[in-house]
């Protein structure tokens, strides 16, 4: 006998859990179904983003600065620690019991909102317009009919080709996280989101780190300004070694570790390493779905094709998050989860993608949203760009981290906001003024003429947006 349900939604991560909850609270009858489980075969709700991205990933990059500080900055501030270890048994613990504490916060919300939950892999069976029936096999087989379906099952790490992860040597995000002891040598393929942040995390805990890019552009996607100062930063003060326009020849895996064979303009070259992480990407997870079986429609990326609504080719069948088009980001897939419940009770939705904020959380953090001066230059827009840097900011020089500085970007004509970028200390937090402004279409002066405390980072916010218009008061 079939449980029937007005949403089901396949996957738990950071799309699916929070759509399922909206949908609940809107009164909806909804189930979620997700296959994630821990060693122990428990089930480990909240996808890749609380258990093999975001969350451990975050919880590592905090533990070994504090490393980092305690070795490096703290005798500046007049602390001498002496015997300083590292005990990285106990920090891997540490970071696996954040990861729970959110998987348990999850498993919690569902109780909390009344969300069905099936453990197991779930597939479409058939259906139509009329209904969905979906099959979970999980430790015992159901079937579930549901009015709407949501599908939220993610993505994959890309593998080089004909180098696949092992775990061991080759790495995913998810062994990346999990080197039970500090390599001499580690080799990152790929110069991108992950291989800066978990490249980050094994410098600061003792390797000798070499990152292997492809492009000969470091960080494409972010404003010019910042990425020139992160490479500075990376490369020159935190000996990060990146090395750019690297075309992979081959890997291979041995007693000592693993060789990459590589080419650059001056020529072959050849890096040891005692492991390489791969991060050149991910692939949307359609892996098990049953989408051939229905005819939910792919493009040729293996992304489910969505409108600008989030409706796949089937009725009542949505797709959210890293397995539809757009930025692999847990807000995003959170903001269309939202969208898509309040669409399925008639409500309306909304999400912008301009408004989407990004954050690259390295020492220092790197955040943006909005346009860059490269893409405004390139669609012709005419703009004012101002920008202070944190060396001229108190809260800063108290903190000892005065690296970096905050570039804003307006209409030449109007003043609008049209891009906000920052390397620095907590840039993470200080892009959401950026993004509230950019939201009530405010302009540069609107963020100038607010009052911001004293003395504090977000200081560095308003004196760029008055840099925009050769007013800065500080610098
Ligand atoms: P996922 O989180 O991938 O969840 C999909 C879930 O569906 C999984 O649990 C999967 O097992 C399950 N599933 C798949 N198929 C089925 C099926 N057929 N039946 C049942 N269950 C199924 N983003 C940020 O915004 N900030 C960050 O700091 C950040 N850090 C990251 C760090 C790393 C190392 C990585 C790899 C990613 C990071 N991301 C970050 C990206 C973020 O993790 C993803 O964008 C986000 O998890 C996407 O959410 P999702 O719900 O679409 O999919
Ligand atoms: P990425 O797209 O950020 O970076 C991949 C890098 O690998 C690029 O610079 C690309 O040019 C390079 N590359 C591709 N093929 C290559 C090859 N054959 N040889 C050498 N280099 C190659 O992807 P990444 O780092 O794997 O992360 C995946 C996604 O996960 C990110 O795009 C992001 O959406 C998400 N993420 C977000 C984080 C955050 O928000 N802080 C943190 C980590 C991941």
């Not at 939220?152 to 790490?157: E, M």
């Not at 995000?173 to 999990?178: D, K």
């Amino acid at each position: 006998m079939s449980k029937a349900f007005d949403v089901v939604v396949i996957g738990g991560g950071p799309g699916g859990y929070i759509a399922a909850i909206r949908a609940a609270q809107l009164g909806l009858r909804t189930a979620c179904v997700d296959d994630w489980q821990t060693a122990e075969g428990k089930p480990a709700l909240g996808g890749t983003c609380t258990n093999v991205g975001c969350i451990p990933s975050k919880a590592l990059l905090q533990s070994s600065e504090n490393y980092e500080q305690a070795a490096h900055a703290f005798p500046e501030h007049g602390i001498h620690v002496k015997g300083l270890a590292l005990d990285l048994e106990r920090m891997l613990a540490r970071k696996d019991k954040v990861v729970r504490q959110n998987n348990e916060g999850v498993t919690y919300l569902f109780r909390k909102n009344k969300v069905g939950f099936f453990h197991g892999r779930g597939r479409f069976s058939g259906g139509g317009a009329e209904g969905w029936q979906i099959t979970v096999e999980g430790r015992n087989e159901e079937a579930l009919t549901a009015k709407h379906v949501i599908v939220a099952t993610g993505s994959n790490p890309r593998a080089l080709p004909e180098t696949a992860f092992d775990n061991r040597l080759i790495l995913d995000n998810a062994g990346a996280l999990e080197i039970p002891e500090v390599p001499k040598r580690l080799g990152v393929v790929g110069a991108g989101v992950i291989g800066l942040e978990m490249g980050s995390v094994w410098r600061r805990l003792g390797a000798e780190v070499t990152m292997l890019e492809m492009l000969d552009t470091f960080l494409p996607a972010a404003d010019e300004t910042v990425a020139k100062e992160a490479w500075k930063v990376f490369t020159k003060d935190q000996g990060l070694n990146i090395v750019l326009g690297a075309a992979i020849g081959s890997v291979t895996t041995g007693k000592k570790g693993v060789t990459v064979e590589y080419s650059t303009k001056a020529g072959k070259h050849k890096l040891e390493c005692e492991r390489l992480i791969v991060c050149i990407g991910r692939v949307p997870n359609t892996e098990g779905l049953g989408a051939e079986a229905v005819g939910l429609r792919c493009d040729e990326r293996g992304s489910i094709e969505v409108d600008e609504h989030c409706r796949t080719n089937l009725p009542n069948v949505w797709a959210i998050g890293d397995v539809v088009r757009g930025p692999m980001l847990a807000h995003k897939a959170e903001e269309e989860g939202v969208a898509v419940a309040q669409r399925i009770a008639g409500q309306s939705g909304h999400v912008d993608f301009n408004t989407v904020p990004w954050v690259i959380y390295t020492a220092p953090e790197i955040a943006w949203v909005g346009k860059t001066e490269q893409q405004l230059q390139s669609e012709g827009v005419r703009y004012r760009a101002g920008q202070f840097p944190f060396m001229a900011n108190g809260r800063a020089r108290a903190m000892g981290d005065t690296r970096g500085l905050v570039k804003f970007i307006a209409d030449a004509e109007t003043d609008r906001v049209l891009g906000v970028h920052i390397i620095g200390p907590m840039a993470s937090e200080l892009i959401a003024e950026a993004v509230v402004a950019m939201e009530f279409r405010a302009a540069a002066e609107d963020i100038a003429l607010i009052c911001h405390a004293h003395p504090s980072l977000s200081e560095a916010m308003k004196e760029a947006a008055l840099a925009v218009a050769r007013r800065s008061l500080n610098v």
